[in-house]
């Protein structure tokens, strides 16, 4: 089992672009989350998909970041324009989507800054 | 400009000796808890996790344990070894409906002195 995927693992780029972050969960997992990780607010939720569909994107900090789940074995988060602010490390973790299930497994993260 | 951060606890533990990381967490209806372990550049690691039915659960040198009086959560590390230096955190459900996500804690940093 290869655990929860993502790419690219560092993601440097200069503010105003357009950033893509991808996310393959664990084979057979019904829910995906994404977390973004910053020293001033730790870890935090930003969206998360039940069977492909958004359930809650209230952590979505505004209107420039994006997600999808076009199936169950693939997410983007996007983030459009993107500013330093947003430099973070960002975590997609999926999980079996149950009430009996509810461990999230995470991928090893992106490491995103923003010049 | 200055940048405030989160200070992050920390824990120093000698090697051998027991740690416990403690977590209080705010939400009644919560019945599901869990800790992690993130080592550096790494995602966080499943450690253990504990039903709110039960007050105590053990792992291989982990144990876990609940009292659902206070909202608190506590962590036991037996024989603590320098491999467990990492952030810990606890992570409760939020557990509405059929779908269930998970609110953490800021963390807390074990570091093992030889």
């Known amino acids: 089992d290869a655990g929860v995927i993502q790419s690219p693992r560092h993601e440097v780029t200069e503010m105003g672009q357009e950033v893509t972050l991808r996310c393959k969960p664990i084979?057979?997992?019904?829910?995906l989350f994404w977390y973004r990780q910053t020293m001033m607010r730790g870890l935090e939720l930003l969206i998360y998909f039940n069977n492909n569909v958004p359930i809650d994107d209230s952590g979505m900090p505004e209107d420039r970041f994006s997600a999808k789940m076009p199936n169950a074995s693939f997410s983007t988060l996007k983030i459009q324009p993107s500013e330093p602010r947003d430099s973070a490390v960002y975590f997609c973790?999926?999980?079996?989507?149950?009430?009996?299930?509810?461990?999230?497994?995470f991928g090893s993260g992106t490491q995103l800054s923003v010049l | 400009g200055e940048s405030v951060g989160l200070h992050l606890p920390t824990l120093s533990v000698q090697e051998g000796d027991n740690s416990i990381i403690n977590c209080a967490y705010s939400n009644s209806a919560s019945d599901y808890f869990i800790w992690y372990k993130q080592e550096s550049g790494k995602g966080p690691q499943f450690i253990i996790d504990?039903?709110?039915?039960?007050d105590k659960r053990q792992g291989q040198r982990v144990t876990v344990l609940l009292n659902k009086t206070v909202k608190h959560l506590s962590l036991q590390i037996a024989a603590t070894q320098p491999g467990d230096s990492a952030v810990y955190f606890c992570a409760a459900n939020d557990a509405t409906g059929t779908a269930s996500k998970l609110t953490f804690g800021t963390g807390t940093r074990l570091q093992v002195t030889l």
């Open positions: 973790a999926s999980s079996t989507g149950t009430r009996e299930g509810e461990k999230l497994f």
């Open positions: 084979s057979g997992h019904n829910s």
């Open positions: 504990i039903r709110s039915n039960m």
